[in-house]
């Protein structure tokens, strides 16, 4: 076992030939060539197996990206071990998700409140568009409670096997030797000793940090900062009438007053309509934003009262270092949060699922230990699916929210047939789908127009000005 | 735009800038100058200039707003009060509709009646284009609730294309061309003073049709002194995405490298 092991790591200046005691041997010249070759992708088979255990792998956050985690985990037969701060969190959260969420994670349709099938789009100057005639019977936007998801999500994992424990994770002590395990300080509420808390220890081999946009576990590695929106919620309980207007219809309102980088929405909940607008470079307006928003939507949500206020962190990019040693983040933690939509449930779910999958084939369901490799699998596979998403949306929120004229074009161009059908192909399903050319160059001429006379109609604007 | 912040605060400023407008205090709260056409003669110029079709379509629209906006001061402070009463745990929403709407005698139904654009028997649409910048510009400065009572249905696009060409593309590009055309009449000239080579021989030179592609790239790009630097902005722009996303996969210790890819787009 240990010579085949020793084979596959190059530039290793190991040359005696015994290695019957393989772990006690290569300790620090194998942290330091792991360093060098980190970013090549060896195979985990060097690994030593774990001795009469399973790996344990703790999972930090119970949200989406946490649940979907611990579940593939518990699942491929990992020890796994969720913590989670607030059992009942009731997340400020848009709360869609896309059809291809319910369909991979098996969801129950009773977790989703409302299908939006409708969506409008207002622009700057309240021309009103409306979006999803191109969707099929069977087709929807998923409106959910992220408390009720969550919970359900976490239940499952508990079901294949995961621990979950309600506790606070407080900081964690990072390995000295490659072998050793990370301690995690937290904090465990067990409802008998009060609000505060008992402290206590865990050693695991492996962490997942799905703890969202503070994360603290990216603090304990390092990961860096990103760059982030702030985005502001108030929940209005309108009257019923009000309401079924908004029965199966999300709002979308772009415009400067709204925001200068994103935009407001009125998405509708269980029995109420969530408010809200968001901004990456002004946020200290945000307040003012929101009564933009409110304005905008005002003869809708008329005689309505405002029973929750919340606001959040989004973020805007990915973090810088997103694994280090046997540690990954996934999610918001991560910062997989689309631009230009701000869509973050699926791909937290999904990232955390992918993440656990590549720890359990690299440690061969449990069985081995794991290193950086295998997590880097799980980042390259990631990448590889999802960056031609976000980096188209990235240059849709580039080009079309840049200014009034911008979202003008935008809201115009949604208009259109062809360019509904291509975006919710790729937001219900995930995939881009390829159109066809001719429907294309229209489509490239119709957006050039559009921008051309918004731009014109601004121009036109300023000479008002003067 | 702190517009509708504006609204709700008392217009110090604007009776102080124009002393024998006093009695129209109330008009001005409304930040917008076009509503002053019909008495204030310091805009009076540069608002006909701009607007001359419409000069009589726009009397029309200074005497209608006047009768809505009396009641704005009285009931903004009361609307801006229970907006901002987050304490309790429940906050009312104001229950009065908008009062102060986009109102012109040819915006009928949410679109421009084309009818009343009509000069000489066809419609003349460089007013219909003047009329949505009027509009739109209203909109920015008075943020409007939408009403599905009243939904604004007006499309840009059946305003023909040539029509926007005619009012905006062509003369920006004869502009643009007699730049190229200036430039590259004394740039022949300077490049035959100093080698010798005629126009014709100048062309058949890679150097030269290197700097005349310079040449025209920058007419096209660099229209004001501002653009130079918008352009660099723009290119780093495209790429700060992929830098962030490929982050991850840089070496751990260049810490200086990760923190430059933090930088914030402003």
């Known amino acids: 076992m240990a010579t085949f092991a020793l084979k596959s790591f190059t530039g290793l200046r190991q040359s005696s030939p015994d290695q019957i005691n393989?772990?006690?041997?290569?300790?620090?010249?194998?942290?330091?060539?792991?360093?060098?070759?980190?970013?090549?992708v060896t195979a985990s088979r060097a690994s030593p197996k774990l001795a009469n255990r399973s790996l344990r792998v703790a999972v930090i956050g119970g949200g989406p990206a946490g649940g979907a985690a611990a579940e593939t985990l518990a699942q491929g037969g990992i020890e796994t071990i969720l913590i989670?701060?607030?059992?009942?969190?009731?997340?400020?959260?848009?709360?869609?998700?896309p059809l291809c969420m319910v369909g991979e994670f098996n969801l129950p349709l009773d977790i989703i409140d409302r299908r939006v099938t409708k969506m409008k789009m207002i622009s700057p100057s309240n021309i009103a568009v409306d979006i999803g005639r191109t969707l099929k019977e069977h087709e929807y936007i998923g409106m959910v409670r992220r408390e009720v998801l969550d919970q359900y999500l976490r239940e499952r994992a508990e079901k294949s096997g995961a621990?979950?424990?309600?506790?606070?994770?407080?900081?964690?002590?990072?390995?000295?030797?490659?072998?050793?395990?990370?301690?995690?300080?937290?904090?465990?509420?067990?409802?008998?000793?009060?609000?505060?808390?008992?402290?206590?220890?865990?050693?695991?081999?492996?962490?997942?940090?799905?703890?969202?946009?503070?994360s603290r576990v990216a603090k304990s590695i390092g990961a860096g900062d990103y760059d982030y929106a702030i985005a502001f919620q108030e929940r209005i309980?309108?009257?019923?009438?009000?309401?079924?207007y908004y029965e199966d219809l999300a709002e979308m309102y772009v415009g400067d007053d709204v925001s200068p980088d994103f935009y407001g929405w009125v998405f509708p909940k269980c029995d109420h309509v969530a408010v809200g607008t968001g901004t990456v470079t002004h946020k200290g307006d945000i307040k003012k934003f929101q009564l933009a928003t409110r304005n905008r939507a005002k003869d809708k949500i008329l005689g309505g009262k405002i029973i929750r206020v919340e606001a959040h962190p989004i973020?805007?990019?990915?973090?810088?270092?997103?694994?280090?040693?046997?540690?990954?983040?996934?999610?918001?933690?991560?910062?997989?949060?689309?631009?230009?939509?701000g869509e973050g449930i699926y791909f937290a779910a999904k990232s955390g699922r992918m993440c656990a999958e590549a720890i359990v084939e690299g440690s061969q369901n449990g069985k081995k230990m794991i290193d950086e490799s295998d997590l880097r699998k799980y980042l390259e596979k990631w990448d590889k699916t999802y960056l031609p998403t976000y980096r188209v949306l990235d240059v849709l929120q580039k080009v079309f929210y840049r200014s009034n004229p911008a979202r003008?074009?935008?809201?115009?161009?949604?208009?259109?047939?062809?360019?509904?059908?291509?975006?919710?192909?790729?937001?219900?399903?995930?995939?881009?789908a390829p159109g066809s050319p001719l429907e294309d160059l229209k489509l490239a001429v119709n957006t050039i127009g559009s921008v051309f006379r918004a731009n014109a109609l601004r121009r036109e604007i300023e000479k008002l000005n003067v | 735009m702190s517009i509708s912040m504006a609204l709700f605060s008392p217009p110090i400023s604007s009776s102080l800038q124009n002393p024998t407008l006093t009695p129209r205090i109330s008009l001005s709260l409304l930040s917008s100058t076009k509503r002053f056409s019909l008495l204030s003669v310091t805009r009076a110029s540069s608002d006909n200039g701009a607007s001359?079709?419409?000069?009589?379509?726009?009397?029309?629209?200074?005497?209608?707003?006047?009768?809505?906006?009396?009641?704005?001061?009285?009931?903004?402070?009361?609307?801006?009060?229970?907006?901002?009463?987050?304490?309790?745990?429940?906050t009312d929403l104001p229950t009065t509709t908008t009062e102060i709407k986009f109102q012109d005698a040819k915006w009928v139904n949410g679109t421009w009646d084309l009818k009343q654009f009509e000069k000489d028997g066809k419609t003349d649409w460089d007013s219909v284009i003047v009329a949505e910048a009027k509009r739109r510009k209203w909109l920015e400065d008075n943020p409007e609730t939408t009403t599905n009572a009243e939904p604004v249905l007006f499309d840009t696009s059946i305003i023909p294309w040539w029509a926007w060409m005619k009012r905006y593309h062509l003369p920006e590009a004869e502009l643009l061309n007699g730049r190229a055309a200036m430039i590259g009449f004394f740039m022949a000239y300077f490049v035959d003073s100093l080698t010798g080579v005629g126009l014709v021989d100048q062309m058949g030179n890679f150097f030269c049709?290197?700097?005349?592609?310079?040449?025209?790239?920058?007419?096209?790009?660099?229209?004001?002194n501002e653009d130079l630097d918008k352009l660099k902005g723009l290119i780093e722009e495209t790429t700060l995405y992929d830098k962030q996303w490929q982050a991850a996969w840089k070496e751990p210790e260049s810490s200086s490298s990760s923190s430059s890819t933090v930088s914030s787009k402003k």
């Open chain 1, 22 to 40: 393989f772990v006690s041997h290569v300790p620090s010249s194998l942290s330091r060539s792991q360093r060098r070759t980190s970013l090549k």
């Open chain 1, 84 to 97: 989670e701060r607030k059992m009942d969190n009731c997340k400020p959260c848009g709360g869609a998700i």
């Open chain 1, 163 to 214: 621990t979950v424990i309600n506790g606070l994770f407080l900081k964690m002590d990072l390995p000295e030797e490659w072998d050793s395990p990370y301690v995690l300080h937290y904090t465990e509420y067990d409802g008998k000793t009060g609000a505060t808390g008992q402290k206590k220890t865990m050693e695991v081999d492996a962490v997942i940090g799905a703890d969202g946009a503070n």
């Open chain 1, 237 to 244: 309980r309108i009257p019923d009438d009000k309401m079924t």
């Open chain 1, 315 to 341: 973020p805007e990019h990915p973090r810088p270092r997103r694994l280090s040693k046997r540690v990954a983040l996934v999610g918001d933690a991560a910062g997989y949060v689309t631009k230009c939509s």
């Open chain 1, 408 to 432: 003008e074009a935008f809201v115009e161009m949604c208009g259109d047939e062809y360019v509904q059908k291509m975006t919710f192909d790729s937001y219900l399903y995930k995939r881009v």
């Open chain 2, 52 to 90: 001359t079709p419409d000069s009589a379509a726009f009397s029309a629209t200074t005497v209608e707003i006047p009768k809505p906006v009396e009641e704005v001061p009285i009931k903004s402070p009361a609307e801006s009060s229970s907006a901002s009463e987050n304490g309790g745990d429940e």
């Open chain 2, 209 to 224: 049709k290197t700097l005349l592609f310079v040449a025209v790239a920058g007419v096209l790009f660099i229209r004001k």
